[in-house]
Structure formats: structure tokens, C-alpha cells
């Protein structure tokens, strides 16, 4: 049978958990989930104690309303705790979960108190024996608990996964405490929707279990920062959860525990042999994911069976899947502190950059500093030049902790020490050609074991490559800054030209002005200037300021024919040349209006402009293969090839004298941004005609 006092142990040990996360946590989402968390199933144990102190059965299933009540909301707390824990990017996770927690977090306690009369009901057995047996709302909310458990596991597994050295060291606990409970629940959960019933002996199992975790929260309370980690766990990554093979193996160890423990006749003791079971799991788990036994079994390996400590090749292949395709410098350093961390089993890795330019050292990543912790660690660059120089002329990993020299001091403050046991401290200059671009940092080892020469060999060809790969990133970025003023530069070419023009005509007429002012011919003369060159810069700085918005489309059903009798009213005023449209009746098609009535207006002074006087201009619209097309074709001077293969749709290419290549190039992205393509053809002295394809589909953004 079930003790109360082990109930009583196990809420009391909860609530001080949930406590001391309240006083020495900040105050955040993160904390607010856990303390529910531990705070709800802190009220089942109280309530079970309670009902098992209950004078009559009425009463007792009072108190297990009241236990179903607590436990409503352990889904939608322990969920939302499981994917903000140590995440810097809790944000992003808890967007894409908000959709289930917050349902949970009210729905599952209303319906329970609801519908608390179908919670559980009593049974009097044939020895007169009050069995309590699960009702429909009791088994639905089993089978939540079920569910919810399996989803906390997996999201605790993720965040352990992308935690590597100090940040491992110091999740570990509270992960194993987070399996051992759910883990529990699980199991318990599940013998009671296989039964229908409410076993008295399980009880013992679930407060064994929350005792275990808290006991864990206080150890990983104490290993340091608590919740304060930032984990970047991708959001996208996929893979088979271990949590679920975990759950699968547990339930199966235990069952078969059960059956041997039925046959033998021992169901007497279930309560004690299951702990024992339990906590032989949680030893278990300890010694699965210590890093002192992992680097044991590696260094007995590579003694007793004559195995190099590491595979080259497969090393090599990791670090090169781990850091390929990094962008940014921050990603890069981020992979490649982690992976160091993880293959040579250091706690303490931090990535040091050097800037171009004089100035103090940049945070890169690190697997024990925060960001803000790194910042408090930044020294200003005449205090860090002695060192650097040292480390130029030295170019080998250099051990911090072997001698006294004044620069070594200031080179181990880049890298405090987290355990008095961690072995020395080794710096490895990260040196690209004649060019220290960082400095990688090493310490608090897995059990203090010195780095060796076949350690620090390969740390010096991993410094060599991030090297490569951090040159190779800041040469993108400044062919990337080039390209960009060289883009600035052409605009400004264009535009500085345009405005050249324009200011050319102006001070002409402030040199007429004095002379003709009386003449009325002249004013009138002057003030159509004064329009028309105003009129010029607004449509200039229209049509550049147009390429920095983001095409929207508006679409609706729009007869492409109307568009093109739109445009070709626009165009009306081109009296030198002949407009001729030849349109087939077409269905309405989905397609912006405003956007593509510009394309079509574009392509019709474009052929007026490329055309003589008294040309003829033709637009044509018709059905083909599934889209709509539109023509516009003239008999002008036409491109060449060479024009139409490498500039026609690039920005600030242009043939016409008075353009500034833009038209096209717009036009290209509205027809593109509708799920359609523009096809050319031109030869050079006979015409061009371009046409204008659209699917029926139509496109939208």
C-alpha cells in the first residue's frame, strides 16, 4: 500500500524547488511554466495524502477530484517549461506550440471540473474491498497525460542534443530528473487506462519519482545558471527521437519486470522492487551521459586495443558536415566551438576574433560564456597587443597555465576557470596566412586529462581550417560591399546624369531670364521649362525610389484586353507613330491591375521610342498552351544578341538615350512575381517583339 508520508516528502521537496526557482530565477516565461509545473504536481501528492487520510469513500473521491484537477494542468505547463528550457531561441519554439499549449492550459482543467463526476467512481469487490475505477473523463485525461509526456521528452531530448561541454554538464540533471518523472508518469498512466482502475501501489512510483527530480533540480540549481542557457537548437531539424525508442524501452523492461515479479509470486513487494527498478534506470542514465566515462572508455580503448584516440577520417568528415555552409561569422563559430567541445570532451571552449582594424577582441561563440558575461571580459587593444604578439611569433597551441609571464596572464582572463579539476588551460592561434583572424580558447577538461600531442596536432589543422573559412567570410563580405557601391556608383551615374541635363536647361533660362523677362512669349516659355524639368526629377525619383518596395500583388479578375485598351488610351498622345491592335476575346484572369497596366504601358513607349516616325506599333493579346499572351511588337532598331543574352533586364542598362534602365527590369519582376515570363525577339535594324505570357492560374502574393 501506498504511504502518505512518501507523499508528503515528495510535495514539501517540490514546493522547496518551486520556490527557490522563484527567488533565484529571473522572472520569465520559463520560470512561470516550471513552478505551475512543480506546483500541480505538488497538489496531486498533497490531495493523494489526503484522500488516503479520508474517513469514508465519499470523501476520498472528493480528494481525487481534486488530485485530476492538479494534474489538468501538468500537459500545458510541462510543455510549454519543455520548449523554452535553455533555448535563446524559445521565442521561435514557443509560436509554433502556442497552438496546443494554450488550448491545454484552459480547456483541460474546465472540462475536468466540468465533467469531475465522471472522474473516478468506487466499486465494492466480493470481499467488501472499495476499488476505485477510472471514468471516461478520468481516462481522457490519463491518455493526455500519456501524450504530453512523450512531447516533453522530446523536446527535452532536442535541447540536450544541441548542448555541448559546460552547458551539457550543467542540463544534465535536469534532464535526467525530467526522464526519470515522465518517464514514471508514463508508465503509471498507462497501467491505469490497461486496468480501468486506480492502483493505491503506483502512487508510491509517481512520488518516488517527483522526489528523484526534485533532488535532481536541486543539483542542477546548484551546478550554476540554472535556466539561464542559450541553446540554439534548430527549429526544422528532423530525426528519429531517442525519447520515443526511451519510453518504448522503459514500458517494456517494465512489464516484463512485472510479469517475472507475478510469476514468482512476489506482487507483495511491486511497490518496492519498482523502486528499486527506478532508480537503478536513473543510475542508469547518470552513466550513460557522463562525460568522465565516455573519455575512460575512449582512453581504454585506444590502450588496451591498440586504436588511435581518433578516427582522422571520420573526424574529419564531422567537422567538415558541422561548419560547411556557414554565412555568417557568428554560425561558424557557434558549429566549430561546439564541435571541439564535444570531440575532445571540453566543457570550455570560447572563440576568440581578431578585428581587421586595431581594436580589443570580438565574442565569437563559447560553450561556457554568455554573451554578456563575454562582454565583461573585453579588454582594450593595448592590453591585448603584447599577447597577440606572442602568439603570432609562437603560431602552436601554447599551454596558458605553464608559466608566469605577465602577457599569459591577461590571455587567461579570455578563459576563467569553472572547475579547480579541469586540467590547463590551451590557447591555439586560428592564423590564416601572415593573418591572426581568432583565437580559440580551451578549458575545464572531462576529468583534468592533458591534452596530447595528438590532441593538439589536430586542434592546430581544426584552427587552420576555421581560419580558411573565416578569411573566406570576411572576402565575401567586402566583394559583397564592393558589388553594393558599385551598384550606388552606376545609380548615382544615371541619376547624376539626369540631373546634369535638367540643371543644364535650368541655367539657361537664369541667363535668359534677366534679358527676356519682359517679353511675355519668354515667360510663358520659361514656366513650361520650370514644369517640364520638374516633372523629370519627380518621375526620376519615382522610378528609383520604386526599386527599394517590396512587389505586393492586389490581384482580382481582370480582362486582360481592358488593361491593354487602357494602356493604349494612356499612349494616345504618340501622334508620330501608328497603334494598331489586333485583341482576341479572352476570360478574366487573376493578375494585379496597377502593377501590370506598367508593364503593358512600359513595353508601348519602349517601341515608340525605338521606333522612326510614322511606324507602325502593334499589340496583340490571344490564348496559347495554357496562357494568356500579350504582344507588343514595333519595327524599330531592334537589340543585338550579345544586349539581349547579358543586360536587357538587368537594372541601369539601357540603349535609349534618355533612360535609366529601369522599365524592363521592373517589368520583368511584376510578370515574374504573377507566375509568368517575358520571351523576346529582336533583330537589330528590323524590330522587336516582346510577349507577355501568363498562366491561367494567375499568380498572387
Not at 476505485?132 to 540536450?160: D, K, Y
Not at 584516440?309 to 564531422?318: L, S
Not at 561548419?323 to 554560425?331: F, N, R, V
Not at 496559347?624 to 539581349?644: I, K, P, Q, Y
Amino acid at each position: 500500500m501506498t504511504s502518505p508520508m512518501t507523499l508528503w516528502i515528495a510535495a514539501g521537496l517540490a514546493l522547496a524547488l518551486a520556490a527557490r526557482v522563484c527567488f533565484v530565477e529571473k522572472r520569465s516565461v520559463e520560470t512561470l511554466a516550471f513552478v505551475l509545473g512543480v506546483g500541480a504536481l505538488a497538489l496531486d501528492s498533497i490531495f493523494g495524502a489526503f484522500s488516503f487520510a479520508a474517513p469514508d469513500a465519499p470523501a476520498a473521491q472528493r480528494w481525487y477530484q481534486w488530485r485530476f484537477l492538479a494534474l489538468a494542468f501538468v500537459p500545458a505547463t510541462w510543455l510549454a517549461f519543455s520548449v523554452i528550457y535553455a533555448r535563446g531561441n524559445y521565442d521561435t519554439f514557443l509560436r509554433r506550440w502556442r497552438w496546443v499549449i494554450l488550448p491545454l492550459l484552459v480547456g483541460v482543467p474546465t472540462l475536468v471540473w466540468f465533467f469531475r463526476a465522471e472522474l473516478i467512481n468506487t466499486t465494492a469487490s466480493n470481499t467488501g474491498l472499495i476499488a476505485w475505477r477510472l471514468g471516461q473523463a478520468g481516462r481522457l485525461l490519463h491518455i493526455l497525460l500519456v501524450i504530453s509526456a512523450a512531447a516533453v521528452l522530446m523536446n527535452v531530448e532536442r535541447t540536450f542534443r544541441a548542448a555541448v561541454g559546460l552547458m551539457r554538464w550543467q542540463l544534465k540533471f535536469m534532464v535526467i530528473g525530467l526522464a526519470t518523472l515522465f518517464l514514471t508518469r508514463v508508465y503509471t498512466s498507462t497501467e491505469f487506462l490497461i486496468f480501468s482502475a486506480v492502483n493505491p501501489a503506483l502512487d508510491s512510483l509517481n512520488s518516488v519519482a517527483l522526489i528523484i527530480f526534485a533532488i535532481m533540480g536541486f543539483v542542477a540549481q546548484a551546478r550554476g545558471k540554472g535556466f539561464m542557457l542559450e541553446l540554439y537548437p534548430s527549429p526544422t531539424l528532423l530525426y528519429q527521437s531517442f525519447a520515443i525508442i526511451l519510453i518504448g524501452g522503459y514500458l517494456l523492461a517494465v512489464g516484463f519486470f512485472a510479469k517475472i515479479i507475478s510469476v514468482l509470486g512476489g506482487g507483495k513487494y511491486f511497490a518496492l522492487q519498482m523502486f528499486a527498478l527506478l532508480v537503478a534506470l536513473v543510475l542508469l542514465g547518470l552513466l550513460v551521459l557522463s562525460d568522465r566515462v565516455r573519455l575512460r572508455v575512449k582512453r581504454f580503448v585506444s590502450q588496451h586495443l591498440r586504436r588511435p584516440v581518433y578516427d582522422v577520417q571520420k573526424i574529419w568528415r564531422r567537422f567538415s558536415s558541422a561548419t560547411t555552409g556557414h554565412m555568417k561569422e557568428a554560425d561558424l563559430c557557434r558549429a566549430t566551438v561546439n564541435w571541439v567541445a564535444e570531440t575532445f570532451d571540453v566543457l570550455s571552449v570560447t572563440l576568440w576574433l581578431v578585428p581587421q582594424r586595431d581594436g580589443p577582441l570580438v565574442f565569437g561563440a563559447s560553450t561556457s560564456l554568455s554573451e554578456s558575461e563575454a562582454e565583461k571580459l573585453i579588454q582594450p587593444r593595448a592590453q591585448v597587443a603584447e599577447p597577440l604578439e606572442k602568439l603570432r611569433a609562437h603560431a602552436a597551441p601554447l599551454d596558458l597555465d605553464d608559466g608566469t609571464e605577465p602577457w599569459r596572464d591577461t590571455m587567461r582572463q579570455w578563459q576563467p576557470i569553472k572547475f579547480s579539476h579541469g586540467g590547463h588551460r590551451v590557447c591555439i592561434p586560428v592564423t590564416g596566412g601572415d593573418e591572426m583572424v581568432a583565437v580559440m580558447m580551451l578549458g575545464d577538461r572531462v576529468a583534468g586529462v592533458p591534452f596530447s600531442i595528438q590532441d593538439l596536432d589536430l586542434l592546430k589543422c581544426v584552427a587552420d581550417q576555421i581560419a580558411g573559412d573565416l578569411v573566406r567570410l570576411r572576402l565575401s563580405g567586402k566583394l559583397l560591399e564592393a558589388k553594393e557601391m558599385q551598384a550606388f556608383q552606376t545609380m548615382a551615374t544615371f541619376f547624376v546624369h539626369d540631373l546634369k541635363n535638367t540643371a543644364w536647361t535650368l541655367s539657361l533660362l537664369v541667363e535668359n531670364l534677366r534679358e527676356h523677362f519682359d517679353r511675355p512669349e519668354f515667360r510663358d516659355e520659361a514656366v513650361r521649362a520650370v514644369s517640364k524639368s520638374v516633372a523629370r526629377i519627380n518621375d526620376l525619383v519615382s522610378r528609383i525610389g520604386s526599386l527599394r518596395d517590396e512587389l505586393r500583388l492586389n490581384c482580382t479578375m481582370t480582362d486582360l484586353n481592358e488593361l491593354a485598351e487602357a494602356a493604349l488610351q494612356e499612349c494616345a498622345g504618340m501622334t508620330d507613330v501608328k497603334l494598331v491592335r489586333q485583341l482576341t476575346p479572352l476570360p478574366p484572369l487573376a493578375m494585379d491591375r496597377e502593377q501590370m497596366h506598367k508593364v503593358i504601358v512600359n513595353l508601348l513607349v519602349n517601341a515608340k521610342e525605338a521606333s522612326p516616325a510614322g511606324a507602325e506599333i502593334r499589340l496583340t493579346t490571344e490564348q496559347r498552351n495554357g496562357c494568356r499572351v500579350l504582344a507588343v511588337t514595333d519595327h524599330g532598331c531592334g537589340m543585338s544578341a550579345e544586349f539581349l543574352r547579358q543586360r536587357l533586364f538587368k537594372p541601369f542598362q539601357t540603349t535609349k538615350k534618355k533612360g535609366i534602365g529601369i522599365g524592363m527590369f521592373q517589368s520583368k519582376l511584376i510578370v515574374e512575381a504573377h507566375g509568368g515570363r517575358i520571351e523576346v525577339d529582336s533583330t537589330e535594324g528590323a524590330g522587336t517583339t516582346f510577349r507577355v505570357l501568363l498562366p491561367v492560374t494567375g499568380g498572387s502574393q
